[in-house]
Structure formats: structure tokens, C-alpha cells
């Protein structure tokens, strides 16, 4: 299983975005993950499309687009238009789930679904064959350098299992938290793909972090 670390630029420092993305690249990250919050699904209020769109002319790293708002459906298409990869949405705000995935789909983009932490695995449970990323997020959505939420790791072992009973391919995302404390047992526990926002650009060395953090995924428990 490759193991994919994905900053989001959540935490970094927007007077120098495209330089802050090249240091990612460099330091080997395999995707940019970029949050879009709209201060209605979450208590937060971020970026749009012209955010998508510098992330997009910066790097050639996949973007990795998290649209934390609700009727998702309204924007995939600007989105994907404007240089996503990867799309992924809330099941909490997709009520029809399987149309928005297909719709992703169709756009040519990876469709994810993500999971708060207290929603149950089984809102997903129908889709898993269809899902190209499930995300089960590690905090409550809303904003970065929170503290990751312990019982979250048994969620990720169950979702594991669900992608694997569907002869699913799909990668399973971790967002939230995410550090050189967190990452081992999420990966033991099946994830692949690791968001980290606060651990990379609040690292003293943000490029060397990125293989500190998959050195970690390596190591024996
Ligand atoms: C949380 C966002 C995360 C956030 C992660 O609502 O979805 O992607 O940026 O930040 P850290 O890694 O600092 O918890
Ligand atoms: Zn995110």
C-alpha cells in the first residue's frame, strides 16, 4: 500500500502560497489539499475557486479539493473546471450521495466522501464500490491545528474493512490532527493518504517533515 501525504494549505502562509506549495513539491508530497469551508456546513469561512486556481498554476501535484458546504452539487463543476483532481464532498451534506459521485465522476475528477467524526461509517456503506476516496476526518471540520480525536483510529480500521469486502481500490484518507504523534496508528489501522496541515507548516523544517511523517508510516509499531 502507497503511502500519500497531503498538505493542506490551510496553514500555510498565504503572502507566499505558490512558494509554500513549491517547498511541498519538493519536500515530496504527493497531493495539495486545499479546504473549502462556506460559514454555513462549518463554522469557518476560507477559499474558493481563485484559490483552486493559483494552487492548480503553482504546482503539478494532483489538487486535492475538500469542500467543506453544503449543496456541494452547486460547485463541482467550477471546481473541477477550475483544477481539482480530487473532489470530495460530505455524505452530512449529500443527501444523494450517489448522483454527486457519479457527477464527480463524470467531470473526470477522483470523487471522495468524507465522514464527520460522529457519523457512522454505514452513510457510506451502499457507495463503497463507487467511492475513489472515502475521508474520515480526525476532528470535527471547521479549522486547522485542532487536537486529533483518539476514537476516530477504530473508525478507520472499520473503513478499511468495508473498501476491502467491496473489492475496493478506493484510498483512504485521514484529515485532522494529523502529526508525527497520529500518523502511525492511523496508518496501522489502514489509512493511505495523510493530510496534515499544522505538522508541516508549523515544522521548523516544513520540507523535511513530509518524510519524517512517511518514515513513520514504515516504521514497525
Ligand atoms: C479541517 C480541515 C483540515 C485541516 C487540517 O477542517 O479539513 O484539512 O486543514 O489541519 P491540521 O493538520 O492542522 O489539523
Ligand atoms: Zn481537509
Known amino acids: 500500500m502507497s503511502v500519500r501525504i497531503a498538505p493542506s494549505i490551510l496553514s500555510a502562509d498565504f503572502r507566499r502560497l505558490g512558494e509554500d506549495i513549491a ?4 519536500g515530496g ?11 454555513h456546513f ?19 501535484l ?3 479539493v475538500h469542500l467543506m458546504v453544503e ?6 463543476e467550477a471546481y473541477a473546471k477550475a483544477g481539482a483532481q480530487v473532489l470530495t464532498i460530505h455524505a452530512e451534506a449529500a443527501p444523494h450521495l450517489d448522483r454527486q ?12 466522501v468524507a465522514l464527520n467524526p460522529g457519523t457512522p461509517l454505514s452513510a457510506v456503506e451502499e457507495v463503497a464500490h463507487l467511492v475513489d476516496l472515502l475521508l474520515i476526518m480526525t476532528v470535527n471540520p471547521g479549522y486547522g491545528g485542532q487536537s486529533f480525536i483518539p476514537y476516530t483510529v477504530d473508525k478507520v480500521e472499520r473503513a478499511r474493512f ?7 481500490e478506493a484510498v483512504l484518507q485521514v484529515d485532522g490532527g494529523i502529526g508525527r ?18 505538522a508541516v507548516f508549523g515544522a521548523a523544517d516544513p520540507r523535511g517533515e513530509i518524510g519524517a511523517l512517511r518514515a513513520l508510516c514504515a516504521e514497525a509499531a
Open 23 to 26: 517547498l511541498c513539491e519538493a
Open 29 to 39: 508530497a504527493d497531493w495539495i489539499h486545499v479546504d473549502v469551508m462556506d460559514g
Open 42 to 60: 462549518v463554522p469557518n469561512l476560507t477559499f474558493g475557486l481563485k484559490v483552486i486556481e493559483a494552487a492548480r498554476a503553482a504546482t503539478t
Open 62 to 64: 494532483p489538487v486535492d
Open 71 to 76: 449543496r456541494p452539487e452547486q460547485y463541482l
Open 101 to 112: 459521485l457519479m457527477h464527480i465522476k463524470a467531470l473526470g475528477c477522483r470523487a471522495g
Open 162 to 168: 468495508l473498501l476491502d469486502q467491496a473489492g475496493s
Open 181 to 198: 504523534a497520529t500518523i502511525h496508528d492511523c496508518w496501522r489501522a489502514g489509512a493511505d493518504c495523510f493530510v496534515a496541515g499544522n
